[in-house]
């Protein structure tokens, strides 16, 4: 009985070395030949490794405080921003600090919004502004600025964009707007300052306590070993799972496409009061907005950008309507103030079928095709309005 039960012993002894053994070199060969491990595993590895701070670093230096917009980027930069594991960009500015070669004079069509219409990921050529003037061989100027809502847009059309004398304001709008124009109302009810800087502090999240470990088992492995990441990939485990709520990975063709509805269900959350607040203003800033762009001679057209959710995920009925809900309510509210609306969502959706991806793998914001199916369809609209 001695000597069966040592054979045992031996027998799982060895199995147990044999499994360390491979996954020790399973684990050198995911480290030591990343690029073979599956897209989606190498996106997830990438986002544990902190490298992506410095390329958020490098953006936020690029800014400067304004007692109006909250902030702007300084005035003649040219610079690339490189890091980001989907992409990297040339940033130039104007001598007033905006990402278009326009300084004065008039121009036919100026372009107001956040990081969709700055083109947050791809160089200037390729932003929808610059799109559209290739389009239509209109001059538009872009003072899209990664980061704005409502309010800042508002200021800008005010401080930049009515000097600039044109004849039509496409002004674009992105789901997180009432949150962020409930932020903007705050940062100036505090006496404004360093609006970035105040943002920051004000969303950072708690630092946990140091003398709580509060770390599992899972969470190491999770946060250290690449093979169990490739082993959660093979298995369809955690965000690998096609079905799992909120967060998965998708393949669109051969490109895998990383989706999170938990931002935008929550942009849409009614039950929050920053919601609530968000939408009184954004009301309000489409109203004023209105009014100075036709008191001024010119046009008025605001354009919704869908979020990637919006168009790629496949869910239940109350998710579809969390995700589009905001876009529904801004068109809402244009056709009470008579304010021409287009929304991108279908034609995205149609051309989301059809072609590759309108969206980066990872980041929330379009890709070059994106912005150049955005243009295309804005420049059939305000042609054919």
Known sequence: M???TRVWQTLVSGLGATAALSALLAESLARAEPGMLPLPVQAMTGRRSGSWA?????????????PRLGFRHLPNLDVVLAGHPDYSYRLRTNSRGLRTPVEDGSVEVVALGDSFTFGYGVDEKAAWPAQLAWLSGLTVANLGISGFGPGNELAMLRQEGLRLRPRLVVWQFFANDLLDAASFAAWQAVGGGDFLAWERERTQPDTADPTMPGVSLRGLLHRHLVSYELAKWALRQGVYNPRRRPTRWINIGAAPLLLDISGPVAWADRSDPRVCEGMALTAAALEAARDAVHAAGAGLVVVLAPTKEAVYWQGDLSERMALEGNDRWVAQVCRSLEIPCLPLLPAFASAARQTGPL????????????HRLAAREIARFITSS
């Open 2 to 4: 001695a000597r069966e």
């Open 54 to 66: 410095g390329f958020f670093d490098d953006w936020h230096a690029t800014s400067a405080p304004d």
């Open 359 to 370: 969206y980066f793998s990872q980041d929330v914001h379009w890709n070059p095709a994106g």
